[in-house]
């Protein structure tokens, strides 16, 4: 089972799918977490990690899979949507749950095969992907089931990289290439 | 008690100080929590928190103060920095503790009146203060000591506003117009 997370610090979305035989995926769960704009930082941050704590305990993932932050993104909200993510992070391995992460690109790319898709391309694959009625929403809901999507379907050499890839068709390669990318801005980002 | 933080991701400085009668302030502890940079981010995050929750269970201390985070930082390691600061948070929320945030100018002008002191200038004042006979080191610890000391002599009229200001000496009234500045960039940020 895989548990993916749309960080955010006002809302955090939960979407839980089931990866099956040939990679056959079933929805499970979705949710946005939420925390109060007027209340405290800490307190807020307290919020989003309690709902995100409640969903790994009661689903019991095997990866909690997590959208990748920039520094590069807005100013205003990136700090927030880090810690966010923070909070994810920390309640995975609080638990020994291995945690991934994925650009948005890689989410994209892997979904749809577009690495600039528009999210109702998004949200209508993603419902098409796992046989639901209707499209996924809120749109953190569906960036989060979007998110453990993509961490089912990464192509097998992937973040190896080397010779497997040869084998790989031209969205898995195209996919290879973006999560190469982002290994090498979070190299530059280790640093912290 | 007051328990200061520095974060970081790789090291997180913490200090604690006790604020006497009469604003006379004795040191209690100082220290650095570590993570492994060889080790994952959600691993580093862990070892973070567990370090920081152990210290305020450790002194449970009145009020835990953090560097407040801006984006405009250096972008390599402000992400790092910011979740770090939301592990200290976290940890402080949990258990009912209140979180103070104070910038380095208002820490800077806290210690020395000047909001552009150098860092040898406050690790003086911080050993004088303090009445150590050597100066803090390594500097995360220092600053540590500083944020919590900046909370401990912050102005009663600071953040309130208004008429108490007027009988505040010029240090405090520029402490006050920083920790204003900081307070309008804070509301910018709150939108995250």
Same mark, same amino acid.
């Given at each position: 089972?895989? &548990?993916?997370?749309?960080?955010? @610090?006002?809302?955090?979305?939960?979407? +839980?799918?089931?990866?099956?035989?040939? *990679?056959? @995926?079933?929805?499970?769960?979705?949710?946005?977490?939420? !925390? /109060?704009? $007027?209340? !405290? $930082?800490?307190?807020?941050?307290?919020?989003?990690?309690?709902?995100? #704590?409640?969903?790994?305990?009661?689903?019991?993932? /095997?990866?909690? !899979?997590?959208? *990748?932050?920039?520094? $590069?993104?807005?100013?205003?909200? +990136?700090?927030?949507?880090?810690?966010?993510?923070?909070?994810?992070?920390?309640? #995975? #391995? $609080?638990?020994?749950?291995?945690? #991934?992460?994925?650009?948005?690109?890689?989410?994209? &790319?892997?979904?749809?095969?577009?690495?600039?898709?528009?999210?109702?391309?998004?949200?209508?694959?993603?419902?098409?992907? @796992?046989? &639901?009625?209707?499209?996924?929403?809120?749109?953190?809901a569906a960036d989060a089931l979007a998110q453990a999507i993509c961490h089912a379907l990464r192509p097998a050499g992937a973040l190896a990289g080397g010779e497997r890839e040869q084998h790989l068709t031209t969205a898995q390669r195209q996919w290879a290439e973006a999560a190469q990318t982002s290994k090498r801005r979070h190299s530059v980002d280790r640093?912290?």
């Amino acid at each position: 089972m895989i &548990l993916g997370v749309d960080p955010g @610090l006002t809302r955090c979305g939960v979407g +839980v799918i089931e990866a099956g035989a040939s *990679r056959r @995926l079933s929805f499970i769960h979705v949710d946005v977490v939420r !925390s /109060d704009p $007027q209340t !405290s $930082q800490d307190l807020r941050l307290l919020a989003i990690y309690n709902g995100l #704590a409640e969903k790994i305990e009661r689903f019991a993932p /095997d990866t909690v !899979s997590i959208e *990748r932050v920039f520094a $590069q993104e807005n100013h205003n909200t +990136v700090l927030g949507t880090a810690q966010a993510a923070g909070m994810a992070m920390l309640a #995975a #391995a $609080q638990r020994g749950i291995p945690v #991934a992460l994925h650009t948005p690109t890689e989410v994209k &790319l892997a979904i749809t095969g577009n690495g600039r898709a528009e999210k109702i391309q998004i949200e209508r694959m993603v419902a098409r992907i @796992l046989n &639901l009625n209707v499209l996924p929403k809120p749109a953190d809901a569906a960036d989060a089931l979007a998110q453990a999507i993509c961490h089912a379907l990464r192509p097998a050499g992937a973040l190896a990289g080397g010779e497997r890839e040869q084998h790989l068709t031209t969205a898995q390669r195209q996919w290879a290439e973006a999560a190469q990318t982002s290994k090498r801005r979070h190299s530059v980002d280790r640093g912290m």
